[in-house]
C-alpha cells in the first residue's frame, strides 16, 4: 500500500486575475508545491484534480478558457495523472477511486482550492471509502464567505473547516510539519 498526493483543484481560475480569486492563493500553492517536490522526489503517486464546469449558465471553470488550466506553480509533468471533475466532490463520476485502487493507494495527502468546497467534500468522501487522510493545512485557500446578512471572512471559514475536518476525517498539519513526518512516505507507521 502506498501513499498518494491529491492536489485538488489549483487552477488560474482561483488566482489574481481568475474570475473567482481566493484569500492568499499564491502562499497556498507554494506550499502545494513543496509536497509535490517531495512525493516527486519520493517517486509518490501525485493526482491532479482539475474542475471542469457543465452545469448549464456556469461563468467561471468553462470548458477552453484560461481560467480552467493549472497554475504554473505546480505544473504537471508528463505522466502524471490529471482527472477531471464537474462537482465538488472529486470521487463523483470520476475515475478517481479506481485510480487509486489501481495504484495500491491507502493513504492521501490532501491540498488545493476551496477548503470549504472541494477540499471538503474530497476528504470526507476519500475517508467513507477507507482512505487515511492528511490535510496540508497552508497548502489549501478558500474566500470569505456570506450568510444571514454576514459576511464570514475567509480565515475564518478556512480554520471552521479544517477543523471540523480534524475532528473526524483527517489529521489536518501546516505542510512544514506534515514534511517532517516522513514516516507517512515509508509506509512504517499510520499517517
Same mark, same amino acid.
Given at each position: 500500500m502506498t501513499t498518494a498526493l491529491l492536489i485538488? /483543484?489549483?487552477? +488560474? !481560475?482561483?488566482f489574481p486575475g481568475g474570475k473567482n480569486p481566493l484569500v492568499e492563493p499564491i502562499p497556498a500553492a507554494e506550499n502545494?508545491? *513543496?509536497?509535490l517536490e517531495t512525493f516527486r522526489y519520493a517517486s509518490l503517486p501525485v493526482?491532479?484534480?482539475?474542475?471542469?464546469?457543465t452545469r448549464q449558465g456556469a461563468t467561471t471553470f468553462l470548458p477552453g478558457t484560461p481560467?480552467?488550466?493549472?497554475h504554473p506553480l505546480i505544473q504537471p509533468r508528463e505522466g502524471e495523472t490529471i482527472i477531471q471533475k464537474h462537482y465538488? $466532490?472529486?470521487? *463523483? !463520476? &470520476? @475515475?478517481l477511486l479506481e485510480h487509486? *485502487? @489501481?495504484?495500491? @493507494? $491507502? +493513504? =492521501?495527502?490532501?491540498?488545493?482550492?476551496? &477548503?470549504?468546497?472541494?477540499?471538503?467534500?474530497? #476528504? *470526507?468522501?476519500?475517508? /467513507?471509502f477507507g482512505f487515511e487522510c492528511r490535510v496540508a493545512a497552508d497548502a489549501c485557500a478558500t474566500k470569505? =464567505?456570506?450568510?444571514?446578512?454576514? @459576511?464570514?471572512?475567509?480565515?475564518?471559514v478556512h480554520a471552521a473547516f479544517l477543523a471540523a475536518l480534524n475532528a473526524s476525517y483527517? +489529521? #489536518?498539519?501546516? &505542510?512544514?510539519e506534515l514534511l517532517a513526518d516522513q514516516s507517512w512516505i515509508n509506509g512504517t507507521k499510520s499517517i
Open positions: 485538488v /483543484d489549483i487552477q +488560474k !481560475e482561483y502545494a508545491c *513543496r509536497l493526482v491532479y484534480i482539475q474542475h471542469i464546469a481560467g480552467i488550466e493549472i465538488p $466532490n472529486s470521487f *463523483r !463520476e &470520476t @475515475t487509486l *485502487r @489501481t495504484l495500491g @493507494t $491507502n +493513504k =492521501l495527502v490532501i491540498c488545493g482550492m476551496q &477548503t470549504h468546497m472541494c477540499v471538503d467534500a474530497g #476528504v *470526507r468522501a476519500a475517508v /467513507d470569505d =464567505l456570506a450568510f444571514g446578512g454576514q @459576511t464570514v471572512p475567509a480565515a475564518h483527517a +489529521k #489536518v498539519l501546516p &505542510t512544514g
